[in-house]
């Protein structure tokens, strides 16, 4: 078939991601609607090539020599609302809606309260579901309503509940399968007082400060690496297990010291990779490595990314099985 009109040929991919790193793309599609999902699906079929859905490209690493297939980014963004009752009400909105867009609607249109805990973090809906969006204790799935879903194997869109995601730590069952796209999701959200919405939006104010002020917001993925579980978590000498991967990506003392051409761990924050505009995914690859290494040696621990890689031919980290056999 002929290449549909929604899907151009050899995109970069540098303006499409937070850290503005990689290569091109071979396919680049943004369907608006449902015909053009289908098309898209159709050629990739026929062409036997996969396809990778980008958000924001705010968690993500893409290779530096691109990715063959397809990258999609879904632009559709409608949000709407309706109230169950006086005390709770649901919030519908597209998948290429972002977080951003989605609390500023809940806190001066809908008057809806909850997801404002996830202020400042560059998301779309349907990215915050892939992950399961996390700010501290607070889930995005512990919100989750519906969700509509396009499977690609049968080419129907499904509606589904929260327990269907298996939602876990940094991870989704449409994480783990690429069988399914999300299309929309719908949140179950508390209503409350005139004053109660005045705490939030102060609190929406609050928390974009409180993270622009603590972490770099560019030229980054955030957060590289996932915090340690319970289990592999060793006892520090006050007798508490720390989970947070930062602490010990700080006692190892990479933080604003460890860099590689231009590419360099943050000041600001031990997980955090930064650079200045001309580095590489390769750099950021190498200083990820050299974390990994050392918090392995010094802890035992060994350290997985929080951040998608896209693109690599092989996985480009640390394994059990490559520090094994060092």
Same mark, same amino acid.
């Given at each position: 078939?002929?290449?549909?009109?929604?899907?151009?040929?050899?995109?970069?991919?540098?303006?499409?991601?937070?850290?503005?790193?990689?290569?091109?793309?071979?396919?680049?599609?943004?369907?608006?609607?449902?015909?053009?999902?289908?098309?898209?699906?159709?050629?990739?079929?026929?062409?036997?090539?996969?396809?990778?859905?980008?958000?924001?490209?705010?968690?993500?690493?893409?290779?530096?020599?691109?990715?063959?297939?397809?990258?999609?980014?879904?632009?559709?963004?409608?949000?709407?609302?309706?109230?169950?009752? =006086?005390?709770?009400?649901?919030?519908?909105?597209?998948?290429?809606?972002?977080?951003?867009?989605?609390? =500023?609607?809940?806190?001066?249109?809908?008057?809806?309260?909850?997801?404002?805990?996830?202020?400042?973090?560059?998301?779309?809906?349907?990215?915050?579901?892939?992950?399961?969006?996390?700010?501290?204790?607070?889930?995005?799935?512990?919100?989750?309503?519906?969700?509509?879903?396009?499977?690609?194997?049968?080419?129907?869109?499904?509606?589904?509940?929260?327990?269907?995601?298996?939602?876990?730590?940094?991870?989704?069952?449409?994480?783990?399968?690429?069988?399914?796209?999300?299309?929309?999701?719908?949140?179950?959200?508390?209503?409350?007082?005139?004053?109660?919405?005045?705490?939030?939006?102060?609190?929406?104010?609050?928390?974009?400060?409180?993270?622009?002020?603590?972490? @770099?917001?560019?030229?980054?993925?955030?957060?590289?690496?996932?915090?340690?579980?319970?289990?592999?978590? @060793?006892?520090?000498?006050?007798?508490?297990?720390?989970?947070?991967?930062?602490?010990?990506?700080?006692?190892?003392?990479?933080?604003?010291?460890?860099?590689?051409?231009?590419?360099?761990?943050?000041?600001?924050?031990?997980?955090?990779?930064?650079?200045?505009?001309?580095?590489?995914?390769? =750099?950021?690859?190498?200083?990820?490595?050299?974390?990994?290494?050392?918090?392995?040696?010094?802890?035992?621990?060994?350290?997985? @990314?929080?951040?998608?890689?896209?693109?690599?031919?092989?996985? @480009?980290?640390?394994?059990?099985?490559?520090?094994?056999?060092?």
């Amino acid at each position: 078939m002929n290449i549909p009109t929604c899907i151009r040929q050899n995109i970069s991919l540098k303006k499409y991601n937070w850290f503005e790193l990689g290569g091109l793309a071979n396919y680049f599609a943004n369907p608006k609607n449902h015909e053009d999902l289908q098309s898209v699906i159709t050629f990739s079929h026929e062409k036997n090539l996969p396809i990778k859905i980008l958000g924001l490209g705010a968690n993500v690493l893409i290779s530096d020599s691109g990715y063959s297939g397809i990258i999609m980014r879904l632009y559709n963004s409608n949000i709407s609302h309706y109230y169950i009752n =006086d005390e709770t009400g649901i919030l519908k909105a597209d998948a290429g809606c972002t977080i951003e867009e989605l609390i =500023d609607y809940c806190l001066n249109t809908a008057f809806l309260f909850g997801l404002e805990e996830f202020s400042g973090i560059p998301s779309t809906v349907g990215g915050a579901l892939f992950i399961n969006l996390h700010y501290y204790s607070f889930l995005i799935s512990q919100f989750i309503y519906n969700a509509d879903i396009y499977d690609i194997a049968t080419k129907k869109i499904i509606t589904v509940t929260a327990d269907w995601f298996e939602f876990g730590y940094d991870t989704s069952k449409v994480k783990s399968n690429n069988n399914y796209i999300i299309l929309s999701a719908s949140f179950l959200l508390n209503r409350n007082t005139p004053l109660y919405a005045e705490y939030a939006k102060g609190r929406n104010v609050e928390i974009i400060r409180h993270r622009h002020n603590r972490y @770099p917001y560019q030229k980054t993925c955030g957060c590289f690496f996932q915090n340690i579980s319970l289990e592999e978590a @060793p006892i520090n000498n006050t007798g508490k297990k720390i989970l947070a991967a930062a602490y010990y990506l700080d006692k190892i003392g990479v933080k604003g010291e460890l860099k590689i051409n231009d590419s360099s761990v943050s000041f600001r924050h031990a997980n955090m990779i930064i650079h200045n505009g001309e580095g590489t995914a390769e =750099d950021v690859i190498r200083i990820a490595r050299i974390m990994q290494k050392k918090v392995y040696d010094q802890y035992g621990i060994l350290l997985t @990314p929080e951040c998608e890689l896209i693109g690599f031919n092989s996985y @480009p980290l640390y394994t059990q099985l490559d520090i094994n056999n060092e």
